[in-house]
C-alpha cells in the first residue's frame, strides 16, 4: 500500500507539471487546471492500489483530469460561447488525437506555464510557491517545510495567487517581444532564488538545504531544454550546476560552512561541475554579450577549473567581475569583487576597494561587509581591528551556523594570523 | 538524491545492435534530460573486450573477458538525480528493455552518508595528485 502510495508521487512529481501544462491551455485558466489535475490525482489514489500503476500513467492521468473537466462544466453555469468552446474540446471528438498532439505542444504547454507562474503580477513569494508547485511538482506540505512556513500559509498563498491570475486574466501563452525579456528575468530570477534559499539558507539552523537546491536545478534544466536558444538559461544552469558541485565540501564534520578556499576539492561532484561547464560552454556558444548569470557562471568556473586554490585564475577573476558590475551596478557584486582584488592585487588594494564600499547604505547591516573587511584586516597583520570585524559581523547574521564561524574567527583571529604568516614566509 | 540505473541487459556478447531499439533507447533518455534529472549515462563494450581483475590471496589476477559464467553482467548505466527511490523505479519502469533485461537500481552515497570516521579521513587526508601540486606550488 504504502509501496503504491510512493510510487503515485512518484508519478505524479514526473507527470504532473505536463498535466497541468496541457489542462492550462484547454481551460485558459491554470488554476482549474490545477484542480483538475488534483481531481486526477485523487482517482489515481483511489483506483491505482487496486488496479497497479497503469502502463502509461501520464495519459491515465490526464484522460481522467479531463472527464473530470467536462463533468464540471457541465455542473457549472457558464457562459454560453466558452462553455461550447470548451464543450468542442473537451469532448470526445478531441480526446482520440489528443494523446497525438499533446506530445507537439507539450514543450510550448510547459514554457507558458514557466512564465505564468513567476508572472509579474505576482507577489515573490507567491511566483516562488506557485513554481515549486506547478513545475517543480511539490506539495504544499514539501513547500512550507522548505521555507519553514506552515502549510496553510502556503496554500493560501497559492490559491490567492491562482486567483489573481485569474482576476489580472493573464493570458497562457509565452510572452513576445518587448515584453519577453523581462518576463525571461523573472523566471530566472525565481528559479535563483529558490537555489540561493537552498543554497544559502536564510532561515532556520541548517544554512544548506541541498534538496531545495537539487529542486532549482532540475526546474531550471527544465526550462534550458525548453528555450535552448537563450543563453542567460544556460548561465543560469550552469552556475547552479557549479555551485551545487560544491555542497558536500562547504560542510565541516560539525555541519558548520567551509569556505570556498578551505573546501576539499576532492569532494566537489565532478559530474556536476562538468555539466555546468558544458552548460556555461553551450551559452558561450549562442554568442552576444554574456549576461549576469553566464558570468557568475564564468567567474565559478575559475574556481571550478583549479584543482588546487592555488591555481585558481585570480585576474580573470577581477576581470569578470568587472563586467559584472558593468552589468549589474550592485554593492554587493562590489564587495565580491573586493574579495577577489584582495587576492590577486594583495589585502591592501583589496581593502582599499572595500573601503569605497562602506557607508554605502545597501550594504548597511549586510554581516559579509565586515566580515571581509576582517579577513583582509587579519591579512594585513592588523587583527585586534580584524576580530572586531568578524565580531561584528556575528552581530549581524540570522543564521546559527554562519553565526558560529564568524565569532570563532573574532576569537582565534591570531592564529589564523600566525597561520597565514608561516605559510606565507 | 541520486541513483545509478544500472542496465543487465542478460544477453550482451555483441553490444547493442537493434537500431529501433537504440531509438526507443534514445527517446527515454530524451524524456529524463527535458524532466532535468539525467546527470550523466554511458553504455559499455560488450565483455568480450574487457577483463577482470580478482584480488583472491591479496593478490591481483586478470581474467580476459567474455565471462561466460556471469549472466549478470552491466552493458550501461545512467545516473539521475530524483526526489525518491520510487521515483527512479519509476524511470526505470519507463525503459524500452528487452525481455531478457533487468535494471538495477541502486542510490549513490552522498557524502554526508558515509561514516563520521570516514568524512574525517577525507577532510585530514588530500589525495595523493594534489598533495604534489600543492608541494610543487609552494615551493616554486
Redesign the interface.
Known sequence: MSDVRSAIDAVWRIESPRLIAGLARMVRDVGVAEDLAQDALVAALESWPESGVPRNPGAWLMTAAKRRAIDRFRRQELGERKHEELGRELRGDVMPEFDANVDDDIGDDLLRLVFIACHPVLSQPARVALTLRLLGGLTTTEIGRAFFVPEATVAQRIVRAKRTLSAARVPFEVPQGADRAARLASVLEVLYLIFNEGYCATSGDDWLRPALCEDALRMGRVVAELMPEDAEVHGLVGLMEIQASRTAARIGPGGEPVLLLDQDRSRWNHVLVRRGLAALERAERLGGTLGPYALQASIAACHARAIVPEETDWLRIVALYDALLQAVPSPVVALNRAVAVGIAYGPAAGLEAVEELSGHPALEGYYLLPSVRGDLLVKLGRDIEGRAEFARAASLTGNARERKLLLSRANVADDVEIETRRTSS | ?RFMLLMLPGEYDSGPTDVEAMRAMGRLNEEM?????L??LNGLHPTNEGARVSFKGGKPTVTDGPFAESKEVVGGYW?I???????A???ASRCPASDTSTIEIRQIF???EFP?EF??L??TG??P??KA??ER??TS
Open positions: 538524491m534530460q527535458k524532466a532535468g534529472v546527470l550523466d545516473i538525480q530524483v526526489k525518491s527511490r520510487a521515483e523505479i519509476e524511470w552522498e557524502f554526508n563520521a568524512q574525517e577525507a577532510a588530500e589525495f595528485e594534489m601540486r600543492r606550488l609552494s
